[in-house]
């Protein structure tokens, strides 16, 4: 089919190279010329395992291409993704204003019947706004069809979590956008759900929602274990082995942080508040996650006492493993806190630390992560890479002038760093 993407960051450009690689024709439009042209040229403005193979080989076979010309792309495709930002304001409302300009774009290009579908993180009554306003701003006397396809991917794992959806949401007004929709859904045999558009557009808000209770729900059991001599990893795992409950989003951390999460949450509190409900229980997922940021740093001034002068060694600067995003990552804030404190910081991460450059600055980055304790007074771990639990703890005890670890991520055995003669604290254990 032939599909035009609008908005290539973390969400379109992977669903713009799967669905290229499925056999499908696309277009992936970005406003952003500086984007455009390292696209254009070869080049992968983001990192996510997989991606960079994946849209090399489908620009190869002619099947995926860039452009920052919108209505380019509208004039050569059936099906039309919105994939742009919907950023927070300082409300904790959505700012729509990028889903709204795109609208008017698509409007004025659209010469004959399309199917504009949303990707896009929206409220709940977004698609009819959509569909208002295309109505409003088209000249030419074209019929068009609003769908809601949220999408759920994890940075991270994207590519493999577009190749392989736990299941497709469409969600229409009519039933004729779907025989499309299936089509381009087809290849990846997953199931898919048809919907009304609020029901798709809510199914996004409410699982995102539920995802963040469930780590919070973890956080407040990690702070009963620390104060019992528990062991939260052992309650995670007894109680994931429950089929109803599952056992992933139960890792116990200094909290969760990311571009989706937090402002998913405040969105849906703000919306239900618009509609007169208050959502006390996600106040509530809230206020547990910044509360996990304030103990961990309370661990680490109740261990080191006066931060001012002393250097900290942070490994991690991701939002999570995998990524080089670092929007609204918990591992900056909690460096932007450290430094609040006085405390001079070495930072590494094994793929973050251009886009950390921006948010984060007067620290040390060190390209090796062997070498981040050197010279410190304490480490401190604030993203889940894998290749941290590589890290040579032998050097890392003789390089701290005391070997104090702060794990905020769980990723070694408490008993063994303990034999290895580490101050080691984590989370919940
Ligand atoms: N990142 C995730 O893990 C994830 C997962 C699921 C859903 N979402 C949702 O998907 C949407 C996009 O998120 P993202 O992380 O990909 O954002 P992003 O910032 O990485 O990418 C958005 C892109 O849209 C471009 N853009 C903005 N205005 C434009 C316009 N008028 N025309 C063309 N391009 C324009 C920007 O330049 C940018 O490249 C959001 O609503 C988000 O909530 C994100």
């Known amino acids: 089919m032939k599909l035009?993407?609008?908005?290539?960051?973390?969400?379109?450009?992977v669903t713009g190279a799967c669905f290229a690689e499925v056999g499908h024709r696309v277009i992936c439009v970005d406003n952003d010329a500086a984007k455009v042209k390292t696209l254009q040229a070869g080049g992968i403005p983001i990192y996510e395992p997989g991606l960079e193979e994946m849209v090399r080989r489908n620009v190869a076979a002619g099947r995926l291409s860039f452009t920052n010309d919108t209505?380019?792309?509208?004039?050569?495709?059936?099906?039309?993704?919105?994939?742009?930002?919907?950023?927070p304001q300082p409300d904790g409302s959505v700012d729509l204003s990028f889903i709204e300009r795109v609208a008017r774009e698509i409007a004025g290009a659209m010469t004959t019947y399309k199917i504009i579908v949303d990707k896009s993180t929206v409220p709940v009554q977004t698609g009819d706004k959509v569909a208002e306003t295309i109505k409003r701003y088209c000249k030419a006397k074209v019929e068009f069809d609003v769908v809601s396809n949220p999408e759920f991917l994890r940075e991270g794992f994207?590519?493999?979590?577009?190749?392989?959806?736990?299941?497709?949401?469409?969600?229409?007004?009519?039933?004729?956008?779907?025989?499309a929709m299936k089509e381009v859904y087809q290849p990846f045999n997953a199931p898919i759900i048809v919907t009304d558009i609020n029901s798709a557009e809510l199914i996004k808000h409410a699982s995102n929602s539920f995802?963040?209770?469930?780590?919070?729900?973890?956080?407040?059991?990690?702070?009963?274990?620390?104060?019992?001599?528990?062991?939260?990893?052992?309650?995670?795992?007894?109680?994931?082995?429950?089929?109803?409950?599952?056992?992933?989003?139960?890792?116990?951390?200094?909290?969760?942080?990311?571009?989706?999460?937090p402002k998913d949450l405040s969105a849906f509190i703000k919306i239900a508040?618009?509609?007169?409900?208050?959502?006390?229980?996600?106040?509530?997922?809230?206020?547990?996650n910044s509360g996990q940021m304030d103990r961990f740093l309370k661990k680490i001034i109740d261990t080191l006492w006066v931060l001012k002068g002393k250097k900290i060694g942070v490994l991690g600067l991701a939002f999570k493993q995998n990524t080089d995003d670092v929007r609204m990552s918990p591992a900056i804030e909690l460096c932007h806190r450290l430094q609040k404190e006085g405390a001079e910081l070495r930072v590494h991460d094994p793929k973050a630390m251009d886009k950390a450059k921006a948010l984060l600055k007067d620290v040390?980055?060190?390209?090796?992560?062997?070498?981040?304790?050197?010279?410190?007074?304490?480490?401190?771990?604030?993203?889940?890479?894998?290749?941290f639990k590589q890290l040579d703890l032998e050097r890392a005890r003789k390089s701290l002038s005391h070997p104090i670890l702060f794990d905020g991520r769980n990723l070694f055995d408490p008993a063994r760093m303990e034999q290895l003669g580490f101050i080691y604290k984590s989370i919940g254990r």
């Open 4 to 13: 035009t993407i609008i908005g290539t960051g973390y969400v379109g450009l």
């Open 273 to 288: 508040e618009e509609l007169r409900y208050d959502f006390g229980l996600l106040k509530e997922v809230q206020r547990i």
């Open 71 to 87: 209505a380019e792309g509208v004039a050569n495709s059936d099906v039309i993704f919105l994939a742009v930002p919907t950023p």
């Open 364 to 387: 040390t980055y060190v390209d090796e992560m062997n070498a981040v304790a050197d010279g410190c007074d304490a480490l401190v771990i604030a993203t889940e890479w894998e290749e």
């Open 211 to 261: 995802l963040a209770l469930k780590i919070s729900y973890i956080n407040a059991i990690s702070v009963i274990c620390e104060a019992t001599g528990a062991n939260v990893q052992e309650v995670a795992n007894g109680m994931g082995m429950d089929e109803r409950i599952g056992k992933r989003f139960l890792n116990a951390s200094l909290g969760f942080g990311g571009s989706c999460f």
């Open 158 to 179: 994207a590519v493999e979590d577009l190749m392989k959806p736990d299941r497709i949401v469409i969600g229409v007004k009519t039933q004729r956008p779907v025989p």
